[in-house]
């Protein structure tokens, strides 16, 4: 691809201790802003990248836009989420955000429309976007302070992080809208970390979390990014404490890792959890205030929601529990489909699972019913039954029918179809100071 060419070539420029790289290394907030700048002129014919934008890029300044719009366009073309990622997932509406207004060349009125947001809301979403980008192609920047063992040549290091979108896939097409609870994530991740922080003399430890905070990530994965980071600042700790922290900023989960004293020098940093995070939407900070070090992992936050199942079959409805286990949603369940306003006045669920085939009521006359009702019109319904009706549960305005039985992959990606509009979304977060618990 011509992107990574591009890269090799300045790898081989940055080896060769080229002066024109000398001269020109910027500041990550200064590239951030010039790549705003390079996006917003991709098509026009006498754009040419600043210096230091194209160093990066690794293009020549003097090259045609075309050679720039086509080594960006594959950047964003690389954040693409594999084809196994949910539908709401946050990964897929930052890459839609870049496409639509950048290699589409759409307005932000136009893609507001597309994604059924606000303007203002495409405008925080857009900023976000972009800082996925920036930081994706600021970490292929070969100065970057990457560990040898994650990335050591620009082939092996496209090797890996293919390799790591591989597992990542894996993980969701085994566990389909699997989100990750922070309080058991940071608990599991000290009682593995506590061996390795004390054969370095440093005491790990960590905040009381707030009982409910889930994020978009599998639970693998985000285990995977805490211990990863207390690993790296325990290795660069002569003694001292690492503290862990969790708390809800707007639509964001902050997750906070302070070690202190950190060895002078570089703040360490680690490829393995910008690439996870990059896939997800996430954003991961490094700060250093003196002898102390703080890592901020910024996720989005996942709303738990409810699921009303309407069928007089326990063991579906058991099976139907255990396929939504370690997902945002939860099952509420009535047999009978008289019972069913007023379950929903007291449970206020975002979906409903119809069977039609219920002990006291016609499901097809309750399907019309709740369409008519003003309490239940604008809740979606989700016809699971062995009755094959899928064009009457269309005319009857089902937002979707699933015919039994129903594979729990099925089943989670109907709930996930049918509840994408109504996915959280981040607002862009900054560091803040590191607060003792």
Same mark, same amino acid.
């Given at each position: ?43 026009? *014919? ?191 700790? *002569? ?119 219920? *002990? ?60 994408? *509009? ?16």
């Amino acid at each position: 691809m011509l992107l990574y060419q591009n890269l090799t070539n300045y790898a081989r420029r940055f080896c060769g201790h080229d002066q024109d790289m000398k001269d020109h290394k910027i500041a990550f907030a200064e590239f951030e802003q010039q790549l705003r700048e390079g996006l917003g002129q991709l098509y026009h *014919p006498g754009y040419r990248p600043p210096q230091p934008l194209s160093t990066i890029l690794g293009v020549d300044r003097q090259n045609s836009i075309a050679v720039v719009r086509e080594t960006l366009i594959q950047a964003i073309d690389a954040l693409k989420p594999s084809p196994d990622t949910p539908p709401n997932a946050r990964s897929w509406r930052l890459y839609l955000v870049l496409f639509h207004r950048y290699v589409e060349a759409r307005t932000q009125e136009e893609t507001a429309e597309l994604l059924s947001i606000t303007p203002r809301h495409l405008r925080r979403e857009q900023q976000e976007a972009l800082h996925v980008l920036a930081r994706w192609l600021w970490d292929r920047y070969p100065a970057s302070h990457t560990s040898p063992d994650e990335k050591e040549t620009d082939d092996e290091g496209a090797t890996w992080r293919s390799q790591v979108q591989q597992e990542l896939a894996a993980l969701y097409k085994s566990s389909p809208g699997a989100v990750a609870d922070v309080a058991e994530a940071i608990a599991g991740a000290v009682t593995v970390g506590r061996p390795l922080a004390a054969r370095h003399n440093v005491e790990l430890g960590h905040c009381p979390v707030e009982a409910g905070l889930l994020v978009e990530l599998h639970p693998s994965a985000l285990r995977q990014i805490v211990v990863t980071a207390i690993e790296k600042l325990a290795q660069q700790m *002569p003694q001292g404490r690492i503290l862990l922290a969790a708390t809800r900023v707007g639509d964001t989960i902050q997750i906070t890792i302070t070690a202190d004293p950190v060895a002078p020098g570089s703040v360490p940093d680690s490829a393995l959890i910008r690439e996870i995070l990059t896939a997800q939407g996430g954003t991961f900070v490094t700060q250093r205030s003196g002898d102390e070090v703080r890592y901020q992992v910024n996720l989005p936050a996942v709303a738990p929601l409810t699921v009303l199942v309407v069928d007089d079959n326990a063991d579906l409805v058991h099976f139907y529990r255990r396929f939504v286990a370690n997902t945002r949603y939860r099952i509420t369940h009535t047999a009978e489909g008289q019972s069913v306003f007023h379950v929903i006045e007291q449970e206020r669920p975002d979906v409903i699972v119809l069977d039609v085939m219920l *002990p006291d009521m016609d499901g097809w006359e309750l399907l019309t019913a709740l369409r008519n009702h003003p309490l239940t019109h604008t809740i979606p319904v989700i016809v699971c039954s062995v009755v094959r009706r899928e064009e009457l549960a269309s005319v009857l305005h089902a937002a979707r029918y699933v015919a039994k039985p129903v594979r729990r992959q099925h089943f989670i990606q109907a709930l996930d179809q049918v509840l994408a *509009p109504v996915s959280t979304s981040a607002t862009p977060v900054q560091a803040h100071s590191a607060t003792a618990c």
